[in-house]
């Protein structure tokens, strides 16, 4: 299993679906399902083109095609509640990690305009 996780985004990463061995899905699994409870990390999976796929030059669109394909028609992905289905896909993660990036640059926005008030104040 990889896994990569950003503490600022409190997002984890899990790829390569495909290549779990079929029985031991369940760890993965648990931790879609219990991912972002109580201030942990919310984790995502991800599956990229193959090396074939690859080779053969698919297009990032077809790509998205086959992961969305794998993971609506492959058990156990494609039973999971919308809850956990929607921590499933590169564009769920992309659209996930916007929202991240929205909200550290409102943050920062805010800090930025308070220090240039105080310093107006001064």
Same mark, same amino acid.
């Given at each position: 299993?990889?896994?990569?996780?950003?503490d600022a985004s409190r997002a984890g990463v899990l790829t390569k679906p495909d290549r779990i061995p079929m029985g031991e *899905?369940?760890?993965?699994? #648990?931790?879609?399902?219990?991912?972002?409870?109580?201030?942990?990390? *919310?984790?995502?999976s991800v599956k990229n083109p193959d090396s074939q796929?690859?080779?053969?030059g698919i297009t990032y669109e077809q790509a998205r095609e086959?992961?969305?394909?794998?993971? #609506?028609?492959?058990?156990?992905?494609?039973?999971? *509640?919308?809850?956990?289905?929607?921590?499933?896909?590169?564009?769920?993660?992309?659209?996930r990690l916007g929202q991240?990036? #929205?909200?550290?640059?409102?943050?920062?926005?805010v800090l930025h305009t308070s220090n240039l008030s105080a310093d107006r104040n001064s």
């Open positions: 299993m990889l896994f990569h996780a950003v *899905e369940a760890t993965w699994i #648990s931790k879609i399902q219990s991912g972002g409870e109580n201030g942990g990390i *919310e984790y995502y796929d690859i080779r053969n086959k992961e969305g394909e794998f993971f #609506s028609t492959r058990s156990p992905w494609s039973n999971l *509640e919308w809850l956990y289905q929607r921590r499933l896909g590169t564009d769920k993660l992309t659209r991240v990036l #929205s909200n550290l640059i409102a943050k920062r926005r």
